[in-house]
């Protein structure tokens, strides 16, 4: 069995793997380049697939015995106690686009449960980093999530009214959009940094992969927050397709029970 290994080695290696995914993606934003669509109809970008392979080829030379689970290329030892879990650019539809909402995800999974995530912003220069038991970051400073005191008074973050392609899942989403304060659409992963950071309090999402959600965890929970799926379950690589990222208890367990009917 692999032993445990330190946290502060992998975070700076998580950091490391920023940075190279960070200077492939930032030389082709707003440049002209190919768009391929992908045979579920989302696009792809060279910017994706190169940034990607850079991550891969560190975590190969560094951390060999570990698994990558990425969304551009083959999945390889995801029987390994550790799973480095790659989105290159979350939201590419915005970076195409060149809105600089996007991210660069990374996860690293220990026996499948998210225990550190990056969430890199490369044309902005932000970088969300948390870790279980150690916390969150913002660019190297300890941020935390705020408590509105309940949904009535929450803001709420979803990419696309689109996710929501089912009546149960239209009608569930529809209540919780009625039951805030505040909602908007468009935030991609960079609405999770935004929770983290106490400037929003819920963040909600489904039609997810593993490589959309497994960064996104630790990056709330370590800043004290609750990130899960619809239902409330812990999310792992072995999760739904939905995500709940809030910033406080009373804001989740309200969210919980308007969507987990339709998880």
């Not at 993606?25 to 669509?37: D, L, N, Q, S």
């Not at 990056?118 to 999530?145: C, F, H, M």
């Not at 929450?154 to 529809?174: C, K, M, N, V």
Request: net charge negative; with cysteine.
């Amino acid at each position: 069995m692999t032993a445990p290994q330190p946290a502060s080695d992998l975070i700076r290696f998580a950091d490391i793997l920023a940075d190279a995914a960070r200077s492939v993606i930032a030389g082709y934003f707003r440049k002209p380049f190919e768009v391929i669509e992908k045979a579920d109809e989302s696009p792809v970008t060279v910017a994706d697939r190169e940034a990607e392979a850079a991550i891969r080829a560190l975590i190969e030379e560094h951390y060999p015995d570990h698994g990558i689970y990425g969304e551009e290329f083959e999945n390889v030892r995801l029987d390994s106690r550790y799973v480095w879990v790659l989105d290159p650019i979350d939201g590419t539809r915005a970076f195409v686009t060149g809105l600089p909402i996007f991210g660069t995800l990374i996860a690293l999974a220990d026996n499948g449960a998210p225990v550190l995530g990056v969430l890199d912003q490369p044309i902005l220069k932000e970088r969300w980093v948390g870790a279980t038991g150690v916390g969150t970051t913002y660019n190297g400073t300890p941020v935390s999530t705020r408590d509105c005191g309940g949904l009535d008074r929450a803001s709420l973050y979803s990419t696309t009214p689109d996710l929501y392609d089912t009546p149960a899942r239209e009608a569930a989403f529809g209540a919780l959009y009625n039951s805030v304060k505040e909602r908007r659409y468009g935030g991609d992963c960079y609405s999770t940094g935004l929770v983290a950071s106490g400037f929003i309090d819920l963040h909600v999402e489904c039609g997810l992969k593993p490589f959309d959600y497994m960064a996104l965890a630790p990056i709330i929970e370590a800043a004290g927050g609750i990130a899960t799926t619809w239902s409330g379950e812990p999310l792992s690589l072995d999760s739904g397709d939905t995500f709940i990222g809030a910033a406080s208890r009373s804001v989740h367990e309200e969210t919980v029970a308007l969507l987990a009917s339709a998880e």
